[in-house]
């Protein structure tokens, strides 16, 4: 039997990406292209008294020009629709779109920008999330109300747009059971995904008001709902075409530009295309939300942990509409995969004047597991207890309730831990100012929709044919091995073909976690599918009873006879190809989780307070690995994204204004900042939501990561960073302090 589930398998896409063949929307050529720029504020807050466009007129070139004036009211959201397409009397934050112009050329949209003219009248700003959440805080959304997708009821207008609780048992009663009760606040920074390629888009709309898109977004189905809903227009004459994505770590799952676009379309009767440059990027695009994290936390003297409360403040920022969910979904999950008796988790999104976030690879999950593995990293040490042990004692097995009072039917925490501290040498005696940092993240993805097509032509060629879009991760290897293993074929052998929305009337797109799952679930099905047809045709035209057939290497075999039919031979008995379509559609959550545990292993030097990474130990429990190549590169990814949240990245801010705006002043790692990497991935997992039980692995390499970093700085000096970045101007200070 030929093995292709398993087996590493080389990217779909990869040729065309490094030949140049690849495209993506900033790629697009239309005949009659305009260029499209958008002004954007310069203050925080305040009203719109005047807007001048009148001198656009004068740059040669221009075709279009739209401000809030010619948009009123129109709103657009993921999930909760509160940003006007341009700003509609009231900007908000710094960068926000006040006005949008089409040109012939890039040149002509920017020189016409400079000559709009804009008066405001400023407004005091609220930039701290706590003053902003107080009851008496002056209200940014007064409308708030009247918002379409709020998640969760609200009772009357207030800076604090969603509160949410998880949680389980009685934490007064935990509480009061302790022997010893921590409390510790945590917080961390803004940052950016820092994809390479910018959020890029093209529309073409035509006179009825529908339109052709080409966008960056991971969702494109999403979009396109968001877009109908917006303007008014059925999202079916709103026609997405399927383009390469350079990177998205959550940050392209969005709107972005699009209505915009749409607009200066429409008004110039051209395509538009918009391409945000990095300081865009960096100053208005959807970063990682900003938190304060409260953790409160009883044990008992032998370790156990009997109340756990974690109390999440996140900085929206001036808009809450990147969000699908209107909200982090990871927050309920971050007291991890631990037993805890009596447990609860408190989340509260509030708006203020700054740049509105969104999501980043494992929404809520990096802020919290930061907070909730360094917290009890604390703990562990005053009660004279090992970190790993303590977590040990703890830890959730198969059948296990989980903190907030969720099922999990398998879990292989321990032996993550197991591997983890047998690979970095955990228990050995480590030089002076060395310290070791454990950590631990749970994933359980959530589910999704998604459609897959397999078609057999009449020479024998197979060819999988789908909507979704692969934003980097490789779900269109996803879909070429699973329809390989089904039809025992190699998966180099498979065309895969992306298709517009209009082939299925609804779509999830990638995101979360969910690829694999969702359209590996999709491809199984109709890899089994189109190998049931291609059996019940053979069994005809061979006279034999289907049961009786095998697949080798496109042939379809009888197996006592050993007669063969080519996939041709097949096609052409039946008169006509095979067309099969794979569905999968589930909203449930799974209860099989994988796992990650990570030891980082660093040196400071107490004179400096300079951080070195000296080695980083990730160890994963999971179900079966569809191509370990690519499960790989998402453990490598994971650590080095993880290790830049620890230590580097940081969108910094003078009062409103954004000071980093380019890559020499927003730090991401590079080859130099990384240590040596240890993995090692066990398939010891029996069940998982994926095809051949599989589990995910995009998100839960990268969440443990930050709170590894900063126990094992606190490990080598004795200086324990609750705030992120974990810098060694951080370290220095307290270190002088400490002296």
């Given at each position: ?31 009659d ?20 466009t ?5 740059v040669?070139?221009?075709?279009a ?9 129109l ?10 397409v ?24 920017e ?19 706590l ?14 109300l ?22 389980k048992?009685?934490?007064?009663e ?50 396109r ?48 295309k ?12 959807n970063?990682r939300?900003?938190s ?12 156990t ?14 808009y809450?509409?990147?969000k ?33 976030c ?36 703890n ?43 454990l ?20 020479d ?31 998966a ?53 009873d ?19 039919m ?42 400096t ?31 080095v ?22 890559f ?21 997992v ?21 709170a ?32």
């Amino acid at each position: 039997m030929m093995q292709v589930v398993g087996k590493s398998t080389p990217r779909v896409e990869g040729e065309s990406k490094v030949t140049g063949k690849a495209q993506y929307s900033a790629d697009l050529k239309l005949p009659d292209t305009l260029w499209g720029r958008c002004l954007r504020s310069t203050i925080a807050y305040g009203r719109v008294k005047k807007i001048d466009t009148s001198k656009v007129w004068q740059v040669l070139g221009v075709k279009a020009v739209i401000t809030g004036y010619d948009v009123p009211g129109l709103r657009i959201g993921r999930c909760i629709y509160d940003t006007p397409v341009m700003a509609d009397g009231v900007v908000r934050f710094i960068g926000e779109k006040i006005a949008a112009v089409a040109a012939e050329t890039k040149l002509a949209a920017e020189r016409a920008l400079e000559l709009i003219d804009v008066e405001y009248e400023e407004l005091e700003p609220l930039l701290d999330p706590l003053e902003a959440g107080k009851p008496e805080a002056p209200v940014l959304h007064p409308d708030l109300l009247s918002y379409k997708g709020l998640p969760v009821p609200v009772e009357k207008p207030s800076n604090v747009f969603a509160y949410l609780k998880w949680g389980k048992g009685d934490i007064e009663e935990g509480f009061k059971q302790a022997d010893l009760i921590v409390e510790n606040t945590f917080t961390t920074q803004v940052t950016h995904q820092s994809y390479l390629e910018p959020h890029a888009c093209v529309v073409k709309a035509d006179a009825s008001g529908g339109a052709e898109v080409w966008s960056c977004s991971k969702t494109p189905y999403a979009v396109r709902g968001q877009l109908s809903n917006c303007i008014g227009i059925a999202k079916e004459k709103l026609i997405f075409h399927p383009m390469h994505i350079g990177g998205d770590f959550g940050g392209k799952g969005g709107f972005m530009d699009v209505p915009a676009a749409y607009f200066l379309s429409k008004k110039s009767g051209q395509p538009v295309k918009m391409i945000m440059d990095y300081t865009e990027e960096l100053t208005a695009g959807n970063p990682r939300h900003a938190s304060i994290i409260k953790i409160k936390t009883g044990v008992k003297k032998n370790g156990t942990i009997v109340a756990h409360h974690i109390d999440f403040l996140f900085d929206s920022g001036a808009y809450a509409s990147m969000k699908p969910a209107g909200y982090l979904i990871g927050a309920s999950t971050c007291a991890g995969p631990y037993k805890i008796a009596n447990c609860l988790i408190e989340e509260r999104m509030v708006y203020t004047n700054k740049i509105p976030c969104g999501h980043m690879r494992a929404p809520g999950d990096p802020q919290g597991f930061f907070a909730n593995e360094s917290q009890l990293d604390i703990v562990a040490r005053k009660l004279k207890m090992d970190p790993a042990e303590f977590k040990r004692k703890n830890m959730l097995r198969d059948g296990d309730e989980t903190p907030i009072g969720g099922h999990i039917s398998h879990i292989r925490g321990k032996e993550a831990l197991d591997k983890a501290i047998q690979l970095s040498g955990y228990d050995k005696p480590k030089p002076k100012n060395v310290g070791r940092g454990l950590s631990f993240s749970e994933w359980s993805p959530n589910g999704g929709e998604g459609s897959v097509f397999v078609t057999i032509e009449e020479d024998g060629h197979v060819k999988a044919i789908s909507p979704v879009v692969d934003q980097g991760a490789g779900v269109l290897t996803v879909i070429v091995v699973v329809v390989g293993e089904e039809l025992q074929i190699p998966a180099d052998q498979i065309e895969l073909k992306q298709v517009d929305s209009t082939i299925v009337p609804s779509d999830g797109g990638v995101g979360g976690s969910r690829a694999t799952r969702v359209y590996g679930n999709a491809a199984y099905e109709a890899g089994v599918k189109a190998r049931e047809e291609l059996f019940a045709f053979a069994a005809q035209s061979l006279e034999v009873d289907p049961k009786e057939l095998d697949l080798d290497n496109g042939m379809i075999v009888h197996k006592m006879s050993k007669r063969k039919m080519s996939f041709a031979e097949v096609v052409k008995f039946k008169g006509a190809p095979v067309y099969v379509r794979g569905y999968y559609k589930s909203s449930e959550k799974s209860h099989d989780a994988s796992v990650s545990a990570q030891i980082a292993e660093v040196h400071v030097d107490p004179e400096t307070g300079q951080i070195t990474l000296r080695n980083m130990i990730s160890a994963h429990t999971t179900g079966k690995v569809i191509n370990p190549l690519m499960h790989q590169g998402q453990i490598d990814g994971g650590v080095v994204f993880g290790l830049g949240y620890a230590l580097t990245e940081e969108v910094m801010f003078d009062g409103a204004r954004i000071t980093t705006t380019n890559f020499g002043e927003f730090k991401i790692p590079n080859i130099m900042d990384i240590p040596p990497l240890k993995t090692h991935v066990m398939e010891n997992v029996p069940a998982g939501p994926g095809p051949y039980n599989s589990l995910a692995i995009g998100e839960v390499a990268n969440t443990p990561t930050a709170a590894a970093v900063a126990n094992a700085v606190a490990d080598a000096c004795g200086i324990r960073i609750t705030d992120l970045p974990v810098t060694s101007e951080k370290v220095y200070r307290a270190l002088k302090n400490k002296n």
